[in-house]
C-alpha cells in the first residue's frame, strides 16, 4: 500500500513539474512597467510604455524626463476580447497606415512573453499589406485568467470567433500563423474551424507535448507529460493548405518536429527549410515567406 502510495505521488509531482515547463508567462504588473526591445527594422532599442492604460506608447529610451515618442509606420491598436465571463483577453491588431492586401493573420506566439516581445514577428508581413491580430493568451500580459494548455487552446478559437464576428474588419483572407508552442496548437485550432480559414503557417513548432516533452526531459516524459491535444493528431483532419517552416538550425525544437508534422500534413503543403535561430523566419526570410502564403 505504501509504495503504491508512493508511486502514485511520484507519479503526481512528476506530472505538474514535467507540464509547467510548457508556458512561461510574462504577466503584467498593475504599475503597468515600461519593456525595452531592439526594433528589428531599424536596430534602434525603443521603449513600449502604457502609462496606466493597456494602450501602447513607443519612445526612444533618450531622456527620461521628455520621452522622445516614437512613430512607427503601421498602426497598433489594443483591444480585450471578452470569454463572456470575468475573463478577457488582450490582442494588438497590426494595420498598414498605407492599402491593405486583403489577408488577415491571426498570429499566435510562443509560450514566453508578451505582445511587447512577440508583435515583431508581425511587422514584416504588416508592413508589406497584412493586417495581423496578435493575441495574449490568458494570464499573459494584461489578459486575465490562468496560464494552461487547455486555456491557449481555448484562447485562440475564441480570437477565430472575435474576427469571424467583426463585421468592422475588412479582409478577404483568414490564415492563422503560429510560432512554437503557438504553431502546434494552430495546427489545432485549423483543424476546428477550417470552414472559416484560408490556410495555416506554422514555424518551429513541436509535432506533440510528448515528443517535445521527450527532447527536453527523456523517455519519462512520454509517461508523465498529459498530451491533451496534438498537432500531429489534428494535421489528419485538417485539410486546407500549409506551410511548415522550420530552421535547420533549431535548437530550441529540432527541425525534426517541423518534418515528423509535414509527413502527416496532407497536401497542398510546403515544407519550408530555413537557417537562423528558433522562429526568426519572418526577420530573416519576410520576402520568401509572404510570397507562399500569397499562395495558400
Known amino acids: 500500500m505504501k509504495l503504491a502510495l508512493y508511486i502514485f505521488t511520484l507519479f503526481v509531482m512528476g506530472s505538474c513539474s514535467f507540464n509547467f515547463m510548457f508556458l512561461h508567462p510574462d504577466k503584467f504588473k498593475e504599475d503597468y512597467e515600461a519593456r525595452k526591445f531592439i526594433e528589428y527594422q531599424s536596430k534602434d532599442t525603443l521603449v513600449v510604455e502604457f502609462k496606466n492604460t493597456h494602450v501602447p506608447h513607443f519612445r526612444v529610451p533618450i531622456d527620461d524626463i521628455v520621452p522622445d515618442i516614437k512613430s512607427l509606420d503601421f498602426d497598433v491598436n489594443s483591444f480585450f476580447i471578452s470569454n463572456g465571463n470575468k475573463d478577457s483577453l488582450n490582442a494588438w491588431m497590426l494595420s498598414p497606415k498605407d492599402s ?91 483543424e476546428e474551424n477550417q470552414d472559416y480559414i484560408d490556410g495555416l503557417i506554422i514555424e518551429g513548432a513541436f509535432s506533440s507535448h510528448k515528443d517535445v516533452g521527450a527532447d527536453m526531459a527523456g523517455v519519462l516524459a ?9 498537432a500531429k493528431e489534428s494535421f489528419r483532419g485538417y485539410y486546407g493548405p500549409t506551410l511548415i517552416i522550420h530552421s535547420e538550425d533549431d535548437k530550441m525544437i529540432p527541425i525534426a518536429h517541423g518534418e515528423r508534422l509535414n509527413g502527416v500534413a496532407r497536401k497542398p503543403k510546403t515544407f519550408l527549410r530555413i537557417d537562423g535561430r528558433h522562429i526568426n523566419g519572418p526577420i530573416l526570410y519576410s520576402d520568401t515567406i509572404s510570397k507562399l502564403m500569397e499562395q495558400l
Open 100 to 190: 491593405l492586401n486583403g489577408t488577415m493573420l491571426l498570429f499566435l506566439h510562443g509560450n514566453a512573453g508578451n505582445v511587447t516581445s512577440q508583435f515583431q514577428s508581425m511587422t514584416p508581413f504588416v508592413r508589406k499589406g497584412y493586417q495581423a491580430l496578435v493575441l495574449d493568451y490568458s494570464g499573459f500580459g494584461f489578459s486575465t485568467g490562468r496560464a494552461s494548455r487547455k486555456n491557449v487552446l481555448k484562447d485562440a478559437n475564441m480570437a477565430i470567433d472575435h474576427i469571424i464576428a467583426d463585421t468592422s474588419l475588412e479582409y478577404d483572407r483568414l490564415l492563422i500563423y503560429g510560432q512554437s508552442l503557438g504553431g502546434h496548437v494552430a495546427v489545432v485550432v485549423a
Open 222 to 230: 512520454r509517461i508523465f507529460v498529459k498530451e491533451g491535444y496534438s
